[in-house]
Nanobody, 119 residues
């Protein structure tokens, strides 16, 4: 069974920092892009950041220059450092593993962890 377990998050004032961690198990994540999505209530999940196993990264426009993602391929972990947080960064953050399986792309999700940024 594929599992993604998140930790971290919490509450902080605007301008502060938080970090998130995700540990994957039950799968070979070598061919997976791992990272984070943010979901506000009633809205679609939006990309925060993804990282390949070779270290190539992608960031959403809203977090460029403020958030930094890293990955440990041996431990199957991904870490998101969030700096200069804004109130609009508030929401549920979901760890994701987007995995290529032959011609198919499948996405696995964690259970989500809340980040609240107050003014």
């Amino acid at each position: 069974e594929v599992q993604l377990v998140e930790s971290g998050g919490g509450s902080v004032q605007a301008g502060g920092s938080l970090s998130l961690d995700c540990v994957g198990s039950g799968y070979d994540f070598t061919n997976c892009r791992m990272g984070w999505y943010l979901q506000d209530p009633g809205k679609e999940r939006k990309l925060i950041s993804l990282i390949n196993s070779d270290g190539a990264v992608e960031y959403g426009d809203s977090v460029q220059g403020r958030f930094y993602i890293s990955r440990d391929n041996v431990k199957n972990t991904v870490h998101l450092q969030m700096n200069q947080l804004k109130t609009e960064d508030t929401g549920a953050y979901f760890c994701a593993a987007r995995c290529q399986r032959g011609p198919s792309l499948r996405t696995y999700w964690g259970q989500g962890t809340q980040v609240t940024v107050s003014a």
